[in-house]
């Protein structure tokens, strides 16, 4: 065994080992006999995301092979289908693209537009498509799973289950391993522009070759992974991670601890995803919104709240700092008190006399001559405002 491979078990033990009951659905089978090598909740009804597409991948790939249409044929992009929001390729209504390059495009990129293209280039309409997509799914023994759309877009009736995508799985690469290398796409080219897949697991995990993530916020973040080693292929169903790289991290020690595992595991097991009995504590449709990590889900990591608070804080101070200023300097452009003026007989105050004595230049007391000023001692400077304007304002700390 490579260094390689005895840390990809150990690492898959230790992740195994950390499961807790928050964790969402899963599902680890050998993509062949359809042998189970681990379950958790395989029949508890989740939200698909984007798993959708891998259906509306299905029926295409039927309509192909019914002759209804071809690879070369021409996917107009409508109103609708210019509607739908990202993932998307984004093209203006009216322009086309080929059903082989929209297959493509719904695999690798997830769009959300194409999905609806192909849908009504096979189905006439998306509801036609739709009938369809659940027509199919009775057919693949896919219980309680229940399409709305095209592409996983939310939709609170649209939900399956771990066991229904791995029998959704196991049958396009079964019924059509013709377009096996599209799911093994890490990359697709529009133009000058290289879209990359969501699966990650295809960049770093040995022997991966498919298929399909998918993320809403009620759903968290999914996967349908596959891989191939020594010629066995495994399948793992992943449901409701918080993060992708836990949806990766998660899909990649499931398939490492089967890969491990895999004599013994299937040695003695006779239990496989068309067998297996459905729990009778499966539970229906839950939202996990609330513990996704996500920007567009309304989760905010500490470190960017703290910041904006600093940001807001050292904002306040800034604007306090500036109205202080603004009085400040309101307050130099005024006269200092008396500075200027004429005494009643227009005559111009005394030089030099002291501001305190000002008022009484001039007078008399009961007729009295007035009495001899003292020598005159140089006054103290005024306080006035523009003396305050020259005091260093107090220094405001940026890390507050």
């Given amino acids: 065994m490579g260094r390689a491979r005895l ?53 295409t790939f039927e309509a192909i092979k019914e002759g209804k249409i ?10 609708a289908a210019n509607k739908e929001p990202p993932s998307k390729i984004g093209l203006p ?9 929209g297959l493509k495009a719904l695999i690798v990129k997830s769009a959300n537009d194409v999905a609806v293209m192909l849908a009504e280039a096979v189905g006439g309409s998306i509801e036609g498509f739709v009938a369809r ?26 939900v399956t289950t ?30 000058k522009i290289k879209l990359a897949s969501h699966n990650g697991l295809l960049r770093t995990f040995e022997g991966a070759d498919g298929l399909k993530t998918g993320f809403i916020c009620d759903s968290g973040f999914n996967v349908v992974a596959s891989a191939t080693r020594d010629g066995t292929r495994l399948m793992a169903v992943v449901l409701g991670e918080p993060t992708p790289n836990d949806r990766s991290l998660r899909a990649a ?79 130099s452009a005024e006269p200092p008190a008396n500075a200027g003026e004429k005494t009643a007989s227009g005559a111009k105050p005394a030089a030099k006399a ?10 008399k007391s009961n007729g009295a001559p007035p009495a001899k000023p003292a020598a005159a001692k140089k006054p103290a400077p005024p306080t006035t405002a523009a ?13 507050n």
Wanted: glycine share 6%.
């Fill in 7 to 59: 840390f990809g078990a150990v690492l898959a033990f230790l992740t195994l080992c950390q499961a807790t009951a928050l964790a969402g659905p899963a599902l680890l089978f050998e993509a062949t006999t359809g042998k189970v090598l681990y379950s958790e909740d395989p029949d508890n009804q989740w939200h698909p995301a984007s798993l959708t597409k891998i259906m509306t991948a299905y029926v």
């Fill in 70 to 79: 071809t690879l070369d044929s021409k996917l107009v992009c409508s109103e």
């Fill in 93 to 101: 209504i009216g322009a086309e693209m080929s059903v082989e390059f």
């Fill in 133 to 158: 997509m659940n027509a199919t799914a009775r057919k693949l023994g896919m219980t309680r799973t229940n399409f709305t759309n095209p592409n996983g877009l939310p939709a609170p009736d649209q």
């Fill in 162 to 191: 771990a066991r229904d995508l791995a029998k959704l799985a196991r049958a396009v690469v079964r019924d059509f391993p013709q377009y096996a290398e599209w799911w093994a796409m890490p990359v697709i080219q529009v133009g």
């Fill in 253 to 331: 020690s499931l398939l490492e601890h089967g890969f491990q595992h895999y004599g013994w595991k299937t040695f003695f097991n006779a239990t496989d995803i068309d067998n297996m009995p459905i729990a009778e504590t499966a539970k229906g449709v839950v939202s996990i919104r609330t513990s996704v990590l996500s920007w567009d889900c309304g989760h905010r990591p500490r470190g960017v709240l703290k910041a904006q608070a600093l940001k807001s804080r050292a904002a306040r101070a800034k604007a306090r700092q500036k109205r202080k200023e603004k009085g400040t300097t309101e307050a």
């Fill in 354 to 363: 002291p501001a305190a004595d000002s008022a009484k230049s001039g007078e």
């Fill in 387 to 399: 003396a305050a304007k020259t005091e260093k304002p107090k220094s405001i700390n940026a890390s």
